[in-house]
C-alpha cells in the first residue's frame, strides 16, 4: 500500500477562475469538494497532482503555486501518475477512487501559453467520491 502526504488542497468558487488554496475541507460523496465549481455528478469531481511533478515543472523555470493546474488535492510521496483507473484512495474516512488519468486539452491553458508546456493534461488523475469525510493539509493518503 502506497502512503503520501496532502501538501495543498485547493477549490474555486466558479468556473473559470483560479483555484484557491484552502487548509480543510469537505469531501461530499457522489460531488466531489464542498463549494468547488468543479464538483457535481460526473467522473471528474476530484483532481489530484503529484507535488513532486509541480516541484519538477517549477524547476525548469515555470514558477506556478498550488492550484493553478487547477488540482484539487496535491499529494506528496505517491506518484498518482502510475495509479491505474479503479484504483481506492483513502484520506482519513473519505475514500475516493480513481477515474481518469490525466486529460486532453482542448486548448492551451495560460500555463502552456507562459511556458510551452503544461504536466496537468499528462501528470494529473481525476477521482469520485464514494465515501464523505473530512480532509485537511497534512492528511495522510492511503492507496488501498
Not at 493546474?69 to 473519505?94: H, K, M, T, W, Y
Not at 511556458?115 to 492511503?142: N, S, T, W
Amino acid at each position: 500500500m502506497a502512503v503520501g502526504e496532502i501538501i495543498g488542497i485547493n477549490i474555486s468558487e466558479r468556473r473559470g477562475t483560479q483555484k484557491k488554496e484552502i487548509s480543510e475541507v469537505d469531501l461530499v460523496k457522489g460531488f466531489g469538494l464542498e463549494n468547488d465549481a468543479h464538483g457535481g455528478n460526473w467522473h471528474r469531481q476530484v483532481s489530484l497532482l503529484s507535488f513532486e511533478k509541480i516541484t519538477e515543472f517549477n524547476e525548469r523555470g515555470a514558477r506556478v503555486g498550488n492550484g493553478a493546474f487547477g488540482e484539487n488535492i496535491i499529494v506528496s510521496g505517491v506518484d498518482l501518475r502510475q495509479l491505474p483507473v479503479g484504483s481506492q484512495i483513502r484520506i482519513g474516512q473519505a475514500e475516493l477512487v480513481v477515474t481518469q488519468i490525466g486529460k486532453e486539452c482542448h486548448k492551451h491553458c495560460q500555463i502552456y501559453a507562459r511556458v510551452g508546456d503544461c504536466i496537468m493534461p499528462r501528470e494529473g488523475i481525476f477521482a469520485v467520491v464514494v465515501v464523505a469525510g473530512h480532509i485537511k493539509k497534512g492528511d495522510k493518503l492511503e492507496v488501498v
